[in-house]
Structures are given as C-alpha cells and as structure tokens.
T-cell receptor, first 114, second 111 residues
Framework: DTAVSQTPKYLVTQMGNDKSIKCEQNLGHDTMYWYKQDSKKFLKIMFSYNNKELIINETVPNRFSPKSPDKAHLNLHINSLELGDSAVYFC?????????????FGPGTRLTVL | QKEVEQNSGPLSVPEGAIASLNCTYSDRGSQSFFWYRQYSGKSPELIMFIYSNGDKEDGRFTAQLNKASQYVSLLIRDSQPSDSATYLCAVNIGGNTPLVFGKGTRLSVIA
C-alpha cells in the first residue's frame, strides 16, 4: 500500500502555464507538507497544513497556492510557471503522537518548465 | 535563520568499513533529529530518528546526539555498496513542524 502518493510523477510544461500537483496520504495523519528540492538537491519547506488549515507559508511566491480539501489531500497549484520553478516537489505527512513525529515523503513530482 | 550544516562529500569508504556522517544545527530549540537516505531520483527515506542525548542503535545504524554541542551524527557499520546514497540530516522543533534539512552528504561505498 502506498502511504503518500503524488500525481503526476513527471510534469513538463511551458513558461507561463498553470499546473497542479496532487498529493494523498492514507496514513491518517493530520499534518501535510510541501517541500521543494532544487537542482542542488537542497530540500526546503514551502507549506504546512494541519487538519486542512494552513499553518506555515514560507517565503513562497503567491503564484503557488496550496489547497487541502480534506486532511488526507494536499494539492499545489502553480500559476504563471517560471523557469526557476523547475524542481522536484515532495509532499510529506506526519502525526505527532506517542513521542514520534516522523515525516513520510511521497515519491516526488519532477517539474520541468521550458 | 535556522541552519543545518553537513559536509557535502563525497565520502568514500571501502565495503565493510564504518561510515561516519556528521551534522550541526543552529537552532537550540530543536527537539527532533532525523537521518534520511535519498537514492538518486527517489524520495527521502527515514533511516533513524533521535530525540535524546546519547546513542541510538538500529541494526547497522547508530545515531548520536549531543544537544550541548548542537551535533548529530550517523554511523553505518559494515558499509555495503547498497548504502551508497545521499544522507540528509533534518531537524525540527518537535511535533508537526517543518523539517529543516542539511544539503546532504553523498556516501560512496566501494566494493
């Protein structure tokens, strides 16, 4: 069973387009995250949602808009894509309980903007 | 600015040797410490987590934490070629809070 899944796995698109990435977790976790991994492999937090509510919004351009329809899903919509948005986007989830707050990552979505 | 520092490597060790990976962090409020392994083109995979000062062992892996020195390490005993990957150190302030990652250390285990 896939714990954290993302679609699509690969996304190639032109500059200026709008695209969405979807994430679903079947772990029953309350908190979900979007991380961006750039070309130098540096992973950085973008957003954090807890029970469908936005908790953390790091300094991300407002072209990026997350949306959580329920606590098992966290989607990322990107408007007016730019070359610099090319990266791998990872979704993750966690549930702080019993003294463990491990984050589990999805397989990633490799976005290429041409 | 919360930072996590790691030596980028590559760290090369012969098969069967001990690989030692180090990490320092800047935020004294950090409570949870993680080591993830990432193979090329794959997602980060949890290896170990540690919350208390001292050592924590799991199979061939031992995590060490020293909060006074703001230092975390990962030892891999009997290194195997399949351990060749990038190892990411990550910390947070506990609970459901975002991880701050280091840039990773690339480990190469030579057969």
């Amino acid at each position: 069973d896939t714990a954290v899944s993302q679609t699509p796995k690969y996304l190639v698109t032109q500059m200026g387009n709008d695209k969405s990435i979807k994430c679903e977790q079947n772990l029953g976790h309350d908190t979900m995250y979007w991380y961006k991994q750039d070309s130098k492999k540096f992973l950085k937090i973008m957003f954090s949602y807890n029970n469908k509510e936005l908790i953390i919004n790091e300094t991300v351009p407002n072209r990026f808009s997350p949306k959580s329809p329920d606590k098992a899903h966290l989607n990322l919509h990107i408007n007016s894509l730019e070359l610099g948005d090319s990266a791998v986007y990872f979704c993750a989830s966690s549930q702080a309980s019993r003294g463990e707050d491990t984050q589990y990552f999805g397989p990633g979505t490799r976005l290429t903007v041409l | 600015q919360k930072e996590v520092e790691q030596n980028s490597g590559p760290l090369s060790v012969p098969e069967g040797a001990i690989a030692s990976l180090n990490c320092t962090y800047s935020d004294r409020g950090s409570q949870s410490f993680f080591w993830y392994r990432q193979y090329s083109g794959k997602s980060p995979e949890l290896i170990m987590f540690i919350y208390s000062n001292g050592d924590k062992e799991d199979g061939r892996f031992t995590a060490q934490l020293n909060k006074a020195s703001q230092y975390v390490s990962l030892l891999i005993r009997d290194s195997q070629p399949s351990d060749s990957a990038t190892y990411l150190c990550a910390v947070n302030i506990g609970g459901n809070t975002p991880l701050v990652f280091g840039k990773g250390t690339r480990l190469s285990v030579i057969a």
